[in-house]
C-alpha cells in the first residue's frame, strides 16, 4: 500500500498517481493523526476468489471524505463517494461502516485508489474479500454493541424508575449523563442518534464530539451531587462554572467555527475534566465520603477506557477489537458501579430516614409531656388572655362607634350653619310679612263691619261714607297686596318645608335595616342638604339616570353621599385658578349593578395620596378641619354591601369617585360566615 499526503487537500488523483511513495507504508493498519491534510493511498487488488467482484470495506465510522477510483484504461474512475460530511449515500455507508464493490473479474488485478480526510484522527482500516465473508466480519460486533446499549438502557431505565420514586435529582442526572455518554460512544462507532433521522453531512461528523460536551457538565453536575462537593471539595465545587464556560466555548468553536482546533482543545478539555472529577473524587474519599469510593472506581474504569481509546489514536498501541471498545466497555463499567453507589445511597437515606423518624418519635414523646405539663397553666393563661381580649375587642367596638358619630357630627356641624340660614330666609320673610298682612287685614275687617252696619233706614247716607273710607284705605290695593303677601309666604313655608323633608331623608334613622331605596331620592336630599353651604360658590350638576331600587342601609349610604360630596365642594373651592368650580353626579344602571359617579373639577391628588385615602384617621386638612375617618367610613359601608369604591385623580385637573353597589344583598350572609 502506497500512501501521499496532499497538505493542500485539493490535488486531484491524477495529479497525485504521479506522487505515491515506492517504499509503501509499515503499518497493516495506517494510522493518520488530526490534521487538515486529504491522505491518498494506492494499493493494487488480486482477486482469487471466484467471483466477479470484491468487496472493500473501512470500519471506521470517523471519516469525513472518503473517495475511491480504480484504473480504467489508464485513467482513474471514480467508483464512489462516501464519508460522514458527503451526501447520504445508502449504499455506501451502513452499520458503522463504508463498503464499496470493485469490479475485478475473477483471476485478475485492480488498481485502486482511495482519498480519505476527516477533521478526527483516522485509522485506514481496509477489509477485502467477497461480499458474504465482509458481510460476516462488520456484522461480528453487533451483539457486543447490542450488549452495550442494553446494559446503557437498563442502567438508564433503573435509576429513572429510581428518580419517579425518590424524586432525587442525581438520579435523573445519572439517567442524562449515561444516555449521552451511551450516544457518543455509539457515534463514534457510527451508530449516532441522528442518524435514525437520515445523516446530515454538517451535524453527522460533529456528534461525537457534540455528545461527549454535553456528557462533561452532566457528569459535573451528577457528580457535585453524589459527591457532595460543596461539603467535601468546597474550592473546587466553586470552580466548577469555569469549566462549563470552557466547554461551552469550545463547542461553540467545534461546531460552528474550526472543528480541526475544536477537536484538539475538546481532547484536552475532555482529558483535563476528567482528571478534575478525580481530584475531586480522591478528596472526597479521603475526607470520608463513603459515596467518593463507589465514584473513584467507577471513574477509574472510564479513565482506563478512554486513555486505551486515545493511546490507539495517537498511535502508541495497536489498532485492536480491545482498543475499539475500550471506552464503551469503561462507560459501561463507570454506569454499572455508580449504579451500586446510588443503590448504597438509597440504604443510607433510608437509614437516615430511620434515625430521623426515630428522633423525631423521641422528641414527640418528650413534647407531649412538655404539653401535658404546660396545658394547666396555658389554659388559664389563655381563659385571661380571652377575657382581656374581649374586654379590648369591646372598648375598640365603643371606639368605633364614638369616631363614626363624631364624623357624623362633625359633618353635620358643617352643615349646620348653612341648613339654619337656608331655612332662616323663608321664616323671617314669613316674619316680616305678618305686620303688613295684620294691618291690611284689620283694614278689611273694618270696611267688613261698616257694610254689616247698613240697614235700610241709613243705607243711603251710610254708603257714601263707607265708599269715602274705601278710598282713603286704598281697598282695592290692599287686596291685591293681601294677595301677594299671602303668596310669598305661603312659597317661605314650602321652602321650608321642603328643606325639612331633605332634611329627614337625608338623616333616616333605618340605618340597621336593609330595605329596597332610590338611590336618586339619597342624592337630591344629600344635594338638598348641602346646597346652602356651596351655592353660588359650586356649580351642583345632576346627571340621574333610570335606576332600579337598591336593598341597603338608606342612611349609611346618604352618609356615603354626603361625605363625598362635601370632600369634592371643598376640593374645587381649594382652585385659585379661576377655573370653574363643578361638581357632577352621574348615576347608570347596568344588569344587577347601579353605579354613582361624582366628578369635581378640584385640585386633585397625587399618587401618593390617592394610595392612603382610604386610611382612617389620613388627611390632607389641616389640623381641627378634618377627622380623617370620612372616606374610611365610606370604604367601610360600601364594603359591607358588598360593592366597590374606586378613585381616579390627577393634580390640578380634578378627581372622580365610582360606587359600585349590587341591586340584592343575596350573599350578604355567606360573605359574613
Known sequence: MEHYVDSTATLSVHEVAQRFSSTGTSSPIPLFPLSRYAHWLHFVVVNASEEAHVS?????????????YMERSGKYVLIGSSGLARPNDVDMWSKGEFTFSLSIPSGEKGDVVVRMRSSKPMHASIL???SATIERINTAKYPALGAYVGIMLVLALYNLFIFLYARDKNYFLYVLSTITVCAAQLSLQGFGPFDLLGRSEWLTPRASLLFSFLAIPLGFEFAKGFLNTKHYTPVLHRFTPVVYIAIAAIAVLYMFGDPWLGYKLGQSASGMSATYLLIMSIMAVRRGS????????????FLVGVVLFVLKDEGVIGYSTLTIYAMPFGSVIEGVFLSFGLADRINILRREKES????????????ERLIREQNVVLEQKVTERTHALQETNDSLKRTQVQLVNAEKMASLGQLTAGIAHEINNPVNFITSNIAPLRRNIGEVVEVIKAYRELDSSNATERIPVIRSLEDRMGLDETITELDEIIGSMSEGATRTAEIVRGLRNFSRLDEDDLKPADLNDGLRSTMAVLAPQYRDKVELKMVLGELPKVECFPGKVNQVFMNILNNAAQATLARADGRPRVVEVTTVAEVDQVHVQIRDTGVGMTDEVKARIFDPFFTTKPVGEGTGLGLAIVYGIIND?????????????????????????????????
Do not use: C
Not at 472493500?56 to 475511491?68: C, F, G, H, N, T
Open 56 to 68: 472493500m470495506s473501512i470500519p471506521y465510522a470517523a471519516i469525513d471524505e472518503l473517495d475511491v
Open 290 to 301: 463513603r459515596q467518593g469510593r463507589f465514584f473513584l472506581i467507577a471513574w477509574t474504569g
Open 128 to 130: 477485502l474479500g467477497t
Open 356 to 367: 430521623s423518624q426515630a428522633e423525631a418519635l423521641s422528641m414527640a414523646h418528650e413534647n
Open 641 to 673: 354591601l358588598g360593592g366597590e369604591v374606586s378613585v381616579q385623580s390627577e393634580p390640578g385637573v380634578g378627581s372622580t369617585f365610582r360606587i359600585s353597589l349590587p341591586v340584592h344583598q343575596i350573599n350578604r350572609d355567606q360573605k359574613r360566615a
